[in-house]
C-alpha cells in the first residue's frame, strides 16, 4: 500500500492495521505524562496493545507495563508496528535501525508533522506499510465511534455514551 501525507491511506486500511496490530514499538515516547507521546502510547496500551516504550534516555524504567529500551535493536520480541515521535530529520537513521532490528515490521506510523518521503520509499520498498502525518489514536478514536464523546461528528452510529 502507498500510503503519505498526498495519497493518505483509506478508512479500511486504518480499520485493518489498528485492528492486526499486537505489538507497538514506539520510539521517543516521554515518561511525562502530558506530552503526546505519552498519552498516544497509554492509549494504545489501554486498547490491549502492547507498547514497547523506546528512549534511551529512560533506559531500564517501566512504563505500560514493558521495560523502556534504549534502542530498537534492545527489542527480542516481534514487533508489527512502529510509532516514531522523533522529528522528520531523525526518521531515517530509526527506519534503517528498523529494517536492521525488527524482522516482520508490518508498518512504520510517522506521528502528526512526521514525514520523510525518502524513509518511506525505502520501508515500502522492504514490503512494509508506512503511515504519515497522522496519529493511531486519533485514527483509531475516529473510526471506533469514540471521538464523538469530545464533541465531534465522526459519523460512526452507535449505542455508547
Not at 499486537?22 to 520510539?27: D, P
Request: net charge positive; proline share 8%.
Amino acid at each position: 500500500m502507498i500510503h503519505d501525507p498526498i495519497t493518505p491511506p483509506s478508512d479500511d486500511d486504518f480499520r485493518r492495521i489498528l485492528t492486526r496490530t499486537r505489538t507497538v514499538a514506539c520510539v521517543g515516547v516521554s515518561m511525562n505524562p502530558v506530552r503526546p507521546s505519552y498519552y498516544v502510547a497509554r492509549y494504545l496500551s489501554l486498547k490491549g496493545k502492547t507498547v514497547i516504550p523506546v528512549n534511551p534516555g529512560h533506559a531500564g524504567k517501566t512504563l505500560f507495563g514493558q521495560t523502556v529500551r534504549a534502542s530498537l535493536a534492545d527489542i527480542p520480541e516481534p514487533v508489527d508496528m512502529l510509532d516514531i515521535f522523533r522529528r522528520s530529520e531523525a526518521v531515517p537513521e530509526v527506519v534503517d535501525a528498523a529494517l536492521e532490528a525488527l524482522p516482520g515490521l508490518k508498518v512504520i506510523w510517522m506521528q502528526i508533522s512526521v514525514t520523510h518521503p525518502e524513509a518511506a520509499a525505502k520501508a515500502r520498498a522492504a514490503g512494509i506499510e508506512v503511515i504519515q502525518d497522522r496519529c493511531p489514536k486519533i485514527e483509531y478514536q475516529r473510526l471506533f465511534g469514540e471521538l464523538r464523546m469530545g464533541g465531534f461528528n465522526t459519523g460512526v452510529i452507535s449505542s455508547k455514551l
